[in-house]
């Protein structure tokens, strides 16, 4: 079950730069404000520094609104942490376990951005570079990736660098060979803000207007925020954050105390130490690993269970734990509708709780769309799992394209009072989580108030468009509230067929049939026939050249038209023409039909495809297998052609029995699938 920490990392103190980290030291500044480390932490570290990859961060790369951030994994993997660090390799295909140290250079100005990013470590990048020189003499090799546009990687032996371009590598390795200007040498702020927490093993610093989410400190202004960590053990970790203001009026016993509670996430056997000196903040803690791992191992109580039928006639409604460790009941909180529920009643004497328990909810308080949550609170937060019951109900329709009514009509034995029942029309599909920018119904209405609503209550709604959604709503007319739904549908369906050779689509109406679950209302009223003008047909959303309406005057079910020249991987739709509401879509793409016998996959019928385009996808016991099909064939893969594979065996980390085989054509579309008798 999810972890959920009570605050995000650090509440939001430059939440976006510091979510990678976890902490480490903390210093304090002397008489002229200027951040330096205590004599007592300092000697209690050792270890490399980032003195040698600080070197290689040129000028060029500082930004007024900008984050640096250096690890050194070597050091942070020493500590047993619950998860495990890794570096974002990115653009590079390396082993990330390859990787020693890194430092980020990212931009946070109108937009978010990596100018820069350095490793260091035993990183290979096999025979993909050519070689460069800098003005300054400096020889190395690079390439440039494709699969990010404006993306370069560059190395001189000693570490790699990735950086939206080549220009900025050069100055790297400029910079590092004292040929051009250093960041840290030309941003005395930036190189202050590294230096606070010398001995951490990870730092983050973050400069501009915009470092702080939260009062008090967001009307504060500072030069810089900084947040580090520190490896005392494998079960130790300092945690340090430290915040350097523009003036001392900033430092306030409210800022002091929101710095103080910023590490209520973290297990800890004493409370952090904040220290104030002058107009620089510091904080520090140490986290226990050991704690930590302990909360993070144990399986919280969760995935409840209700019954299928409920009979409104028992006394109380069981939920089973569908999993979770032994947990004392006084660490658990059952939740109804987002209040503490009785602990007297869910609980069932029970001491603790486990997966194969069952608690229990008063039948009084179910209701429909009832939300039920079961909380486990423990140091390093809550983890939470919750299920709703009652929270849908059967409701047919029938939509009359003609006269704008939509009948609804009830279709569920469970009785439902209906003053709490609210219909809702909208243009479109609410939002799961409603915003500013949320669509608002067109029209609400209460037509069963002062009823209980029963299997087989109607309504009929007037003035419905087609494509408008309806929402059944329980004290409410939200996403959140929906009990029900339907959809008016205009009539008719279509369905496509694609010959890849010829490039040849043919889209095909169809009436008669139902949807959504709605009623089959075009047979029942005898619909045959519609305009032609009525139906529209697109292609990666314009209307195609071809129309049924150039063909006829009216269609019914089997009219047809055949569009030529419509490219693989278009996006096709024939929708409503006065509305644009879809009634059929499809992504044309070939389709090849396989069959697999003893290790040989044969093209039994379907496209015939160039092999260069191919690549199959063969699942063993053993794991996967890729086959480029342009090693096995010569020209096309065609009927009758078939291609061997070798699967190993079982003692083999990649073999053993064929599973199944996909064929991907041009590395993204699934065009043949093959299924092993085994």
Aim: hydrophobic fraction near 35%; proline fraction near 4%.
């Amino acid at each position: 079950m999810k972890q959920c920490p009570r605050r995000a990392v650090l509440g939001g103190i430059g939440a976006t730069t510091i979510a990678g980290l976890v902490g480490t030291t903390v210093a304090t500044s002397d008489d002229e404000n200027v951040a330096t480390e205590s004599a007592t932490t300092q000697s209690a570290r050792t270890g490399p520094t980032f003195d040698d990859a600080f070197a290689y961060l040129p000028a060029s790369v500082a930004e007024d609104q900008m984050a640096v951030t250096a690890r050194n994994y070597e050091r942070l993997l020493e500590a047993d942490q619950p998860y495990e660090p890794r570096p974002s390799v990115g653009a590079l295909e390396i082993d990330p376990d390859a990787v020693s140290k890194s430092v980020l250079v990212a931009s946070y100005g109108e937009s978010f951005s990596r100018p820069m990013q350095l490793f260091t470590g035993d990183i290979d990048l096999e025979d993909r570079t050519e070689s460069g020189e800098t003005d300054a003499g400096v020889e190395y090799d690079y390439y440039e990736t494709d699969d990010r546009e404006g993306t370069a990687v560059g190395t001189d032996g000693d570490v790699v660098i990735v950086a939206t371009d080549l220009e900025t590598i050069e100055s790297a390795f400029d910079a590092n060979a004292g040929d051009a200007d250093r960041l840290l040498d030309s941003e005395e702020t930036v190189e202050e803000a590294l230096t606070v927490f010398e001995g951490g093993d990870a730092r983050t610093v973050r400069f501009g207007d915009d470092l702080f989410a939260q009062s008090p400190i967001e009307d504060a202004d500072a030069r810089y925020f900084v947040h580090a960590q520190t490896v005392l053990g494998p079960d130790t970790i300092e945690m340090s954050l430290g915040i350097q203001f523009e003036d001392e009026s900033d430092v306030t016993d409210e800022l002091i105390e929101t710095i103080d509670a910023e590490f209520a996430y973290a297990t800890t056997t004493a409370e952090p130490t904040v220290d104030v000196a002058g107009s620089f903040v510091s904080a520090t803690i140490e986290r226990d690993l050991a704690a930590e791992r302990k909360i993070h191992e144990h399986d919280s109580p969760g995935s409840l269970r209700p019954d299928r039928d409920i009979d409104l006639d028992d006394d109380v409604l069981e939920l089973e734990i569908g999993r979770g460790d032994p947990t004392p009941i006084e660490d658990l909180t059952l939740e109804i509708n987002e209040e503490a529920y009785d602990r007297d009643i869910w609980a069932e004497g029970h001491g603790t709780l486990e997966e194969g328990d069952t608690i229990v909810i008063d039948m009084d308080d179910v209701e429909p769309n009832l939300s039920v949550r079961l909380r486990h609170d423990h140091e390093l937060g809550s983890s939470t799992s919750g299920t709703a019951i009652l929270s849908h109900f059967r409701f047919d329709s029938a939509y009359d394209v003609d006269t704008g009514e939509l009948a609804l009509t009830y279709a569920d034995d469970f009785p439902l009072d209906g003053d709490r029942v609210h219909l809702a029309v909208y243009d479109e599909r609410p939002y799961y989580r409603p915003s500013e920018d949320a669509p608002e119904p067109q029209t609400t209405a209460q037509p069963w108030t002062g009823e209980a609503l029963s299997e087989g209550d109607a309504v009929t709604l007037e003035d419905v468009d087609p494509g408008d959604e309806i929402l059944v709503g329980w004290d409410g007319t939200e996403y959140d509230d929906s009990i029900g739904h339907a959809q008016a549908q205009p009539p008719g369906t279509a369905r496509f067929e694609y010959d890849y050779g010829s490039r040849t689509l043919e889209a095909t109406l169809e009436f008669g049939g139902s949807r959504r679950g709605d009623a089959a209302a075009e047979t029942e009223r005898g619909e045959a026939e519609r305009p032609a003008t009525a139906y529209e047909l697109l292609i990666d959303g314009e209307p195609t050249d071809t129309q049924w309406a150039d063909a006829f005057d009216t269609v019914s079910s089997g009219a047809t038209i055949e569009i030529d020249g419509v490219s693989a991987g278009s996006e096709v739709e024939v929708v409503w023409a006065a509305t644009e509401t879809r009634i059929g879509w499809t992504q044309t793409r070939p389709s090849v039909e396989l069959e697999y016998d003893d290790g040989t996959v044969e093209h039994v019928g379907g496209d015939a495809l160039p092999a260069a385009d191919l690549e199959a996808e063969v699942w063993t016991n053993g794991g996967r297998i890729e086959l480029d099909l342009d090693d096995e064939i010569d020209g096309d893969f065609e009927r009758g052609d078939s291609f061997a594979i070798d699967a190993g065996t079982d003692d083999e980390d990649d073999g053993g029995e064929v599973r199944y085989v996909q064929l991907r054509y041009d590395d993204q579309y699934h065009v043949g699938f093959a299924h092993s008798e085994q």
